[in-house]
């Protein structure tokens, strides 16, 4: 089974600030891994998907960048509204078993 | 507008049973898989059952012999029956589209609480 280890477990930033979170996975994944966004309250919202690709109504400031083993996801200027809990998300093929990194917060 | 509508959480007794709907609507719901994710009170999302358009099914080794999935195409609608429960079952559960490796779209989730 494929572990994901994301950090820091907590970012403590300021808006304007640029976030960089980290999602290392335990055997190479290739580029089959997303990064989701969930608010306080909220479910989970997809951000990123194979790796670099922003998902529908994403903002540019969200960047995911990785291959293999070693994956981060950059906010490029933290808006109010980034402050929140990041997963990162993988699929192993066969059998198909889907897990996810603990999660990294980012907070004011 | 893609929505996904979660019913049938609550509180139950240790070793009984639930079972979840979800109300699909916005897409051609018998094209797409369908997935439970749960997430326990201030804890990270688990991965609980997949179904295929084919309705094969999938479920990790926690829930094995204890969850089924099901999906009914003609009413649009994913379930998900719950036996055996115990205090480590207690959690939101999500149900969740599958495009591809991931999961594309949430409904609001459903609150299970098994407690005596």
């Known amino acids: 089974e494929v572990v994901l280890t994301q950090s820091p477990a907590t970012l403590s930033l300021s808006p304007g600030e640029r976030a960089t979170l980290s999602c290392r996975a335990s055997?190479?994944?290739?580029?089959?891994l997303a990064w989701y966004q969930q608010k306080r309250g909220q479910a989970p919202r997809l951000l990123i998907y194979d790796a670099s690709n922003r998902a529908t109504g994403i903002p540019a400031r969200f960047i995911g960048s990785g291959s293999g083993t070693d994956f981060t996801l950059t906010i490029s200027s933290l808006e109010p509204e980034d402050f929140a809990v990041y997963y990162c998300q993988q699929r192993s093929d066969w059998p198909p078993t889907w897990t996810f990194g603990q999660g990294t917060k980012v907070e004011i | 507008e893609v929505q996904l509508v979660e019913s049938g959480g609550g509180l139950v007794q240790p070793g009984g049973s639930l079972r979840l709907s979800c109300a699909a609507s916005?897409?051609?719901?018998?094209?797409?898989?369908m997935l439970w994710v749960r997430q326990s009170t201030g804890k990270g999302l688990e991965w609980v059952s997949a179904i295929g358009t084919a309705a094969d099914t999938f479920y990790p080794d926690s829930v094995k012999g204890r969850f089924t999935i099901s999906r009914e195409n003609a009413k649009n609608s994913m379930y998900l029956q719950m036996n055996s429960l115990g205090a480590g079952d207690t959690a939101v559960y999500y149900c969740?589209?599958?495009?591809?490796?991931?999961?594309?779209?949430w409904g609001q989730g459903t609150l299970v609480t098994v407690s005596s």
């Open positions: 969740t589209r599958g495009r591809g490796n991931y999961f594309d779209y």
């Open positions: 055997q190479s994944v290739r580029s089959s």
């Open positions: 916005g897409f051609t719901f018998s094209s797409y898989d």
